[in-house]
């Protein structure tokens, strides 16, 4: 079983160690800064083997060359955005895979919030690391693609089993969860969901990882049944002021 330590930084950033106990490899997810990640391997006795970016955004590569520095570790990132990603090593596409020791996970085309946005999915733990494309009761906003390619993304993640383990870099659960209940206000699922998210929050907890279950069930945007619809709800959302 992958080991995944979630470490919270920025202002609402999550940044990822999935760590192969078989192996000694220790992969880290979308890394902001470097320093909180560090001192979470040390702390643990794991040395840094990897970093998987999902996308070029600098609160995901901002700490790549100086993680790098300091482990030695190589960098994989999106093909479609490798000019931009620091210190890459391997580029990666849909139908690409990455071993943590002897766990493969599968890449996945996902853009839309930036053009090669990529997921990364482990089938036998059920792992799924999708930086900005989904969020747990929302998505990413759509900067770079569109939204009918947005639409689609989603569906490549929704594809995958209920018992996914939805990890997102983003805690933005509570303000997603307002938006969503103006969408369904009689989705009897959502209410459930939004009342644990206020006890989460309200205690400091993190409302990530989610499931692809609890998307497919709660998530407005997820649950489009079109484009069009998909694309009416993320302009809501953009606008949204609640």
Request: with cysteine; aromatic share 8%; hydrophobic share 40%.
């Amino acid at each position: 079983m992958i080991e995944v330590v979630q470490v919270p930084v920025l202002s609402d950033n999550y940044v990822y160690l999935a760590h192969d106990a078989a192996s000694g490899e220790t992969a880290v997810i979308d890394p902001a800064v470097a320093d909180p990640v560090l001192d979470a391997a040390s702390a643990r006795g794991w040395k840094i083997t990897q970093i998987w970016n999902t996308h070029w955004h600098p609160d995901h590569t901002g700490a790549n060359l100086a993680i790098k520095a300091a482990t030695g570790c190589s960098i994989t990132g999106p093909a479609g955005e490798s000019a931009k990603i620091p210190g890459i090593d391997r580029a990666v596409a849909q139908g690409d895979s990455v071993a943590l020791g002897a766990n493969a996970f599968s890449v996945i085309d996902c853009g839309g919030h930036t053009l090669g946005h990529n997921a990364y999915y482990e089938a036998g733990s059920k792992t799924l690391f999708c930086g900005d494309t989904l969020f747990a009761l929302g998505c990413g906003r759509v900067f770079e693609g569109t939204a009918a390619q947005m639409f689609d993304s989603l569906g490549k993640l929704m594809a995958l089993p209920d018992d996914t383990r939805v990890f997102c870099a983003h805690e933005y659960t509570a303000s997603n969860a307002r938006f969503a209940v103006t969408v369904e206000p009689d989705n009897a699922a959502l209410a459930a969901r939004v009342q644990e998210i206020t006890k989460l929050r309200a205690a400091n907890q993190p409302t990530v990882p989610s499931t692809i279950g609890y998307e497919r069930a709660t998530n407005p945007f997820v649950r489009a049944a079109t484009a069009d619809e998909f694309a009416a709800r993320r302009a809501g959302k953009d606008s949204f002021r609640g």
